[in-house]
């Protein structure tokens, strides 16, 4: 069963606009909420992440946006640029363990 | 150089095969993890260290079995590769935790095709 479910499964984007990929969760137990960038032939590298008791947090043209009572949490990026293309996972993880749980991926492209 | 280094990066075998996967990280880090990645489904994983003398489960361990043979290295080994284990395969490594998060950091990834 997955632990976080994300959607889309694939994104195109045209340069400028923004991005937006959103995960949902069940277990309420997960205080941890990070972002994973991956580009092809690379593994995963921490993008951004957030702790539920805020509901947003920003670094760039990347922000997260936490909606804790409905167990939600999406990914913005703003002014897409092409070099923004890469597959991107949410996550979560309680604090302390070691199991960090995945969303299945999204695969954004940024057209120029 | 690369911190986490996984090698090979890439391998064909057949069904029934042995095979292992290193892993070696220069992070100094107590913690290492396996994880595989299948298309749609994610990253999931496999075991996990928190030192030499500490080996765990992970999600989906069955097939798989993992040596730490040193804080720097971590191998994961399939007894006898089948095809569903098909899959791209990465190591990471994070610092102790103390009830709080932090970071893993992932290597390149193995490739691995059973046939």
Same mark, same amino acid.
């Given at each position: 069963?997955?632990?976080?479910?994300q959607?889309?499964?694939?994104? +195109?984007v *045209?340069?400028?606009? +923004?991005?937006?990929?959103?995960?949902?969760?069940?277990?309420?137990?997960?205080d941890? @909420?990070?972002?994973? *960038?991956q580009?092809?032939g =690379?593994?995963?590298?921490?993008?951004?992440?957030?702790?539920?008791?805020?509901?947003? =947090? =920003?670094?760039?043209? @990347?922000?997260?946006?936490?909606? =804790?009572?409905?167990?939600q949490?999406?990914?913005?990026?703003?002014?897409?640029?092409p070099?923004d293309?890469?597959?991107?996972?949410?996550?979560?993880i309680?604090?302390?363990?070691n199991?960090?749980?995945f969303?299945?991926?999204?695969?954004?492209?940024?057209?120029? | 150089?690369?911190?986490?280094?996984?090698?090979? !990066? %890439?391998?064909?075998?057949?069904?029934?095969?042995?095979?292992?996967?290193?892993?070696?990280?220069?992070?100094?880090?107590d !913690?290492?993890?396996?994880?595989?990645?299948?298309? #749609?489904?994610?990253?999931?994983?496999?075991?996990?260290?928190f030192?030499?003398?500490?080996?765990?489960?992970?999600?989906? &361990?069955? #097939?798989?079995?993992?040596?730490?043979?040193?804080?720097?290295?971590?191998?994961? &080994?399939?007894?006898?590769?089948?095809? %569903?284990?098909?899959?791209?395969?990465?190591?990471?490594?994070s610092?102790?935790?103390?009830?709080?998060? %932090?970071?893993?950091?992932?290597?390149?990834?193995?490739?691995?095709?059973?046939?």
């Amino acid at each position: 069963q997955q632990q976080v479910k994300q959607s889309p499964q694939s994104l +195109i984007v *045209q340069k400028g606009g +923004i991005s937006i990929i959103n995960c949902a969760y069940e277990n309420t137990a997960f205080d941890y @909420f990070p972002w994973y *960038q991956q580009f092809p032939g =690379k593994g995963p590298a921490l993008l951004i992440a957030i702790r539920p008791d805020v509901s947003e =947090k =920003k670094e760039g043209r @990347f922000t997260i946006s936490f909606n =804790k009572s409905a167990k939600q949490f999406s990914l913005h990026i703003m002014d897409s640029q092409p070099g923004d293309s890469a597959t991107y996972f949410c996550a979560a993880i309680i604090g302390g363990a070691n199991n960090l749980f995945f969303g299945t991926g999204t695969r954004l492209t940024v057209i120029p | 150089d690369a911190d986490v280094t996984q090698t090979p !990066r %890439n391998r064909i075998t057949k069904t029934g095969k042995r095979i292992m996967l290193e892993c070696s990280q220069t992070k100094g880090h107590d !913690r290492m993890y396996w994880y595989r990645q299948d298309p #749609g489904l994610g990253l999931r994983l496999i075991y996990y260290s928190f030192d030499v003398k500490d080996i765990n489960k992970g999600e989906i &361990s069955d #097939g798989y079995s993992v040596s730490r043979q040193a804080q720097a290295k971590f191998s994961l &080994s399939l007894e006898s590769a089948i095809p %569903n284990q098909t899959a791209l395969y990465f190591c990471a490594t994070s610092e102790s935790s103390t009830g709080s998060y %932090n970071e893993q950091f992932f290597g390149p990834g193995t490739r691995l095709t059973v046939l």
